[in-house]
T-cell receptor, first 116, second 112 residues
Framework: DSGVTQTPKHLITATGQRVTLRCSPRSGDLSVYWYQQSLDQGLQFLIQYYNGEERAKGNILERFSAQQFPDLHSELNLSSLELGDSALYFC???????????????FGAGSRLTVL | DAKTTQPPSMDCAEGRAANLPCNHSTISGNEYVYWYRQIHSQGPQYIIHGLKNNETNEMASLIITEDRKSSTLILPHATLRDTAVYYCIVRADSNSGYALNFGKGTSLLVTP
């Protein structure tokens, strides 16, 4: 158990639907990162939040959005789902950011999304 | 961030040392070298990181060349459970976000 909790573990839905993935970071970690891993794309960084605020953005589609709540858990919202959104979605957390070289991300077990 | 080049795949016999190379010839002075691995469909796992000096922890050793243009991750006694994709990532220390960009990595197969 890495300390990063992701729910649900598996999710099957239809095209056009909307889903929410949830992530609870490791205790004490202020940053949360979302990654997408599909078969042909590898691990793609989507977005990072630090203490409730967006810190960095990667290849996140406009149909996707995320937020980090005051208790530091984060949610990734995926809407108007397409077949190509089927993927593993990983959340990671890290301690921040004043420790030099402390770029150690701890990943959760992932949420597997299947869009039919 | 500096680009890294890794061989797509490697084999290693169980019990032997696995030496995974990474080329990062455009690395800047403030960029760290990180290694992560991903066992099939699990979340990536941090292994080790370093700046200039060689580093060792309970999982592995990291050897960085003097010019910092390449590095080698060493798993001293590989086991079957070390079969995974290993990612070498170069990233600067920054206050503006710590997201790591994972490339294709090296798929390591440890055989009995």
């Amino acid at each position: 158990d890495s300390g990063v909790t992701q729910t649900p573990k598996h999710l099957i839905t239809a095209t056009g639907q909307r889903v929410t993935l949830r992530c609870s970071p490791r205790s004490g970690d202020l940053s949360v990162y979302w990654y997408q891993q599909s078969l042909d794309q590898g691990l793609q960084f989507l977005i990072q939040y630090y203490n409730g605020e967006e810190r960095a953005k990667g290849n996140i589609l406009e149909r996707f959005s995320a937020q980090q709540f005051p208790d530091l858990h984060s949610e990734l919202n995926l809407s108007s789902l397409e077949l190509g959104d089927s993927a593993l979605y990983f959340c990671a957390s890290s301690a921040e950011p004043l420790l030099r070289g402390a770029n150690v991300l701890t990943f959760g077990a992932g949420s597997r999304l299947t869009v039919l | 961030d500096a680009k890294t080049t890794q061989p797509p795949s490697m084999d290693c016999a169980e019990g032997r040392a696995a030496n995974l190379p990474c080329n990062h010839s455009t690395i800047s002075g403030n960029e760290y070298v990180y290694w992560y691995r991903q066992i099939h469909s699990q979340g990536p796992q941090y292994i080790i990181h370093g700046l200039k000096n060689n580093e060792t922890n309970e999982m592995a050793s990291l050897i960085i060349t003097e010019d910092r243009k390449s590095s080698t991750l060493i798993l001293p006694h590989a086991t079957l459970r070390d079969t995974a994709v290993y990612y070498c990532i170069v990233r600067a220390d920054s206050n503006s976000g710590y997201a790591l960009n994972f490339g294709k990595g090296t798929s390591l197969l440890v055989t009995p």
